[in-house]
């Protein structure tokens, strides 16, 4: 299972640190990652991090800003989200990836975190 936590209303500019706490299978040493769902759109990839935390990957409008990391202790992943905008503004899901490496896509999923709302206001 995973249980994702850490969102809110903030302003433009303003930062969130989401987490992520992964248990049973999910927990295994696998790839960790982030996606979102913007209100009328289809879910997107925002960042992956191999299962040793040593490489991480971002989706372009978030490079920069975003910083994933992942705590194999705590079996806890992170997303650090600074200077938010307004278009940031989604349902934020972690995800365990089928294999120690992360990707953009989706199929490569084996268990989704139940989302937490991430809103941005200008």
């Known amino acids: 299972q995973l249980q994702a936590s850490g969102g809110g209303l903030v302003q433009a500019g303003d930062s969130l640190k989401l987490s992520c706490a992964a248990s049973g299978r999910a927990s295994s040493n696998n790839a960790m990652g982030w996606f979102r769902q913007a209100p009328g759109k289809e879910r997107e990839f925002v960042a992956s991090?191999?299962?040793?935390?040593?490489?991480?990957t971002y989706e372009d409008s978030v490079k920069g800003r975003f910083t994933i990391s992942r705590d194999n202790a705590k079996n806890t992943v992170y997303l650090q989200m600074n200077s938010l905008k307004p278009e940031d503004t989604a349902v934020y899901y972690c995800?365990?990836?089928?294999?120690?490496?992360?990707?953009?896509?989706?199929?490569?999923?084996?268990?989704w975190g139940q989302g937490t709302q991430v809103t941005v206001s200008s």
């Open positions: 995800a365990s990836y089928r294999r120690p490496w992360g990707s953009r896509d989706q199929y490569e999923i084996g268990y």
């Open positions: 991090i191999n299962w040793k935390g040593s490489s991480s």
